[in-house]
């Protein structure tokens, strides 16, 4: 593992640990078991690149390829249950509003940094897709938003996409960047610049409440 | 392009107009910013067309080859989002009842085309499956209606499939009739026959409001 | 076809009675008409195996390569349609709640079988799964439950696994059970036993009512 490949993955965990985080808490919200939780905790964090998979054709998915994502998304699951279930008065404290604003840092790591591996993904599969600007969007997008997607989905609330700030804007955005870059710089270079990017916009949209336009 | 191959497409396109446009309605109704309008006319257009193309094995599905249906369903969705977005007060305007009217002929004949052509991949894939009648009917249908039960699933509606009147039963009828008639008749026969049939059983039902049994 | 095949044959066409007679009462208790009866049906029998299908690459899915399943849930949905459209009364009957208890052992038959199964067809299609726990366990599960998910899921309610007690544990603790004793003893015994260990916890979670810890 070289020091590039020893960053992305360290990228990685981290966006796992935020995604696998938001899904779990929204299982804790609900009341469910610790299956339930742990169910949308792994489903936040590895959906999204499981439907890529099966797009692409990838059998069986890369989830089932490398464990370290699933595990770390099951002990983040089973951490926050935990804490939750010893110290259930933090559900309504000031502590959970700092947590939430650290997790909402680091899930912008994580929607650039899928959102790019994402389109790599593609591209390693078959050289040739780099010709395809909309599928490598698409997979792009879909790596990043579609954990959430399903997590939305699963849980019986409308899927954040369609509401949450430019949330998918900026994975679109890093995407079309990414794509672009990566034929006129080194690789790593416009990995980094796209996941930025993608980090960036989240940040600055929420921060200055951005909206897309809709009609009212 | 043979004229029947430009036939062929014509319908398509029209079809993915109507489904784009029942998909994007249904999100400008549900206040989505333009972002959620497109994601729903896209899925509603090509998902069912998708779902099938997982099943059947082809990666990566077909939107992705050809971005003719899924450039026309994005050009649907902002069209509608634009029109509705400058003159807010044609929501509720009897334009929209006529408006409507008009696209559920469209849908309807999409349903028969899409039917018909799902069927029609799966033969094309692998011409042994012309002894697999319940795969046939199948992805015939889900090529029909599956795009629309996505975008119910997703906006979290109830699949319109188990309450609207015929719809799916149309798509039902429409392909067992075309694979028994494209092993008798010459194909473009067959499958301008078993569109017209779907979409004659579904302006029927409409206009009649025929319904399927039900436990009251 | 052996004893051993016609045994696990006929596990399997009760397992799927059950699972169909979840999705229909579900249709029937929301007043679909026969055709969303038939659909629901249809998704609880096979929907689970299908996932497991396109997980591993499996094409079509096995659903269409024999129809006993596939019809004998149309059939159960028929029936069962049949039944309660001519004697409605039976709705609020104590007749139901005796049904119901029976379908729920044969439903806990069909998880047993259909967990094991699951990861049976992941084995017998590359050997070098028997390396990949994480793999076998999980389309293991989801062959078992999936079905039951995208029912609700389909229908607009939250997925049962999410508060139903332990039903989706026992499939789990069946899958860990196959696979070490597939190791270790013949083939159908450890089928066998983990099928009956499913079955057992099921019903007894069922009658002690245990629950998973949640946070309340």
Request: proline share 2%.
């Amino acid at each position: 593992m070289t020091y590039t490949e020893l960053f992305i993955f360290t990228l990685e965990i981290i966006g796992t640990i935020a995604f696998a985080s938001s899904g779990a808490m929204l299982g804790i919200r609900k009341n469910m078991d610790i299956f339930g939780v742990n169910v949308l905790g792994i489903t936040t964090a590895v959906g999204g690149g499981c439907i890529r998979d099966l797009l692409l054709g990838i059998h069986p998915p890369k989830m089932f390829q490398n464990f370290a994502y699933v595990g770390t998304a099951i002990l983040t699951s089973c951490l926050l249950f935990a804490l939750f279930y010893l110290k259930k008065e933090l559900l309504e404290s000031s502590f959970l509003e700092h947590y939430e604003r650290v997790m909402s840092t680091l899930d912008a790591v994580g929607l650039g940094i899928f959102t790019v591996m994402g389109i790599r993904t593609a591209l390693y599969l078959e050289s040739s897709h780099i010709n395809n600007l909309f599928l490598l969007v698409f997979v792009g997008v879909v790596t990043g938003i579609g954990g959430g997607m399903m997590r939305d989905i699963m849980s019986g609330n409308t899927p954040f996409v369609f509401i949450k700030h430019v949330y998918a804007c900026a994975a679109l955005i890093g995407a079309f960047l990414y794509i672009f870059l990566c034929r006129v710089i080194p690789d790593t270079a416009a990995m980094l610049i796209s996941s930025l990017a993608v980090v960036a916009i989240r940040m600055l949209a929420a921060h200055y409440r951005w909206n897309l336009p809709r009609i009212q």
